[in-house]
């Protein structure tokens, strides 16, 4: 197993929430406003802002089958990227507590 999947998964693994994300991109803008209006606590890893971003992003790819970012992980799960997110909007206050990333 390559070093930035196991790095990718220990930061799945150790993390409530986990938004792999780019600075520029205006997804992860929305995703990053959302889970910032709920209050929610959540890594963020900027993949452009790192010098393994690119491996990271291979990695994720690996795991999820997603290459695009915003991905984003809830409880050790792959929720998807920023329109999966928002098409949760409904569940996301429980996901956020179920995950201890919000106060109940």
Not at 11 to 27: L, Q
Not at 39 to 61: I, S
Not at 80 to 85: A, E, F, P, Q, Y
Request: with cysteine.
């Amino acid at each position: 197993m390559s070093a930035a999947k196991v790095k990718a998964q220990q930061i799945i693994d150790e993390n409530a929430v986990v938004v792999f994300s780019k600075s520029y991109c205006p997804y992860c803008r929305a995703t990053k406003s959302l889970l910032n209006e709920k209050h929610a606590k959540y890594f963020l890893m900027e993949l452009d802002q790192v010098d393994d971003g690119a491996a990271l992003q291979d990695a994720l790819e690996e795991i999820t089958g997603q290459r695009s970012v915003p991905n984003i992980f809830i409880s050790q799960q792959h929720i998807g990227g920023n329109s999966d997110l928002q098409a949760k909007k409904s569940q996301l206050d429980n996901l956020l507590k179920s995950a201890g990333a919000i106060e109940a």
